[in-house]
């Protein structure tokens, strides 16, 4: 079966165990917690708060983790790409990018990547949002954590 068309407005990436699952249940038990400790009181309630605060901590921070290792990846990947794409007079500036313009850039199509480049740099396309936009022929990424 073939996969869904990926654009600008599609290309958001939910995983349903995470987004669906872990952060509700964790965050809907904090606020069970904190209810049961509001009106019952006492010391393990209040523990219990503390213990559901950090699921909460616990099971966001595994997520912050994985998505920085995939921007990692990403910076590693965009500089290999640009280093083949780039003309060498602007070689030297793929190191002015940062990494949230490495993760929209990396949508682009290898044709039009130099120049979707080139105006990141000048300065006309700041925001991920601006630069996600900007492209024309999206190519799918399927491996996002």
Do not use: C
Not at 19 to 43: D, E, K, T
Not at 51 to 77: H, K, P, W, Y
């Amino acid at each position: 079966m073939a996969e869904k068309a990926q654009d600008f407005k599609h290309h958001t990436r939910w995983d349903p165990m995470y987004h669906f699952i872990a952060s509700p249940i964790s965050v809907l038990n904090l606020f069970v917690q904190v209810r049961h400790a509001w009106y019952s009181g006492g010391r393990y309630a209040w523990w219990n708060v503390v213990f559901a605060f950090g699921f909460v901590m616990i099971v966001l921070s595994a997520r912050v983790m994985a998505v920085t290792v995939q921007d990692r990846l990403i910076r590693l990947e965009m500089r290999l790409r640009l280093r083949e794409l780039l003309p060498t007079d602007m070689k030297a500036d793929i190191y002015r990018l940062s990494v949230r313009q490495m993760v929209a850039l990396r949508f682009a199509s290898d044709a039009e990547l130099p120049a979707l480049v080139q105006r990141v740099l000048k300065g006309e396309l700041v925001a991920q949002k601006d630069i996600k936009a900007a492209i024309k022929d999206w190519q799918a990424d399927w491996q996002r954590a």
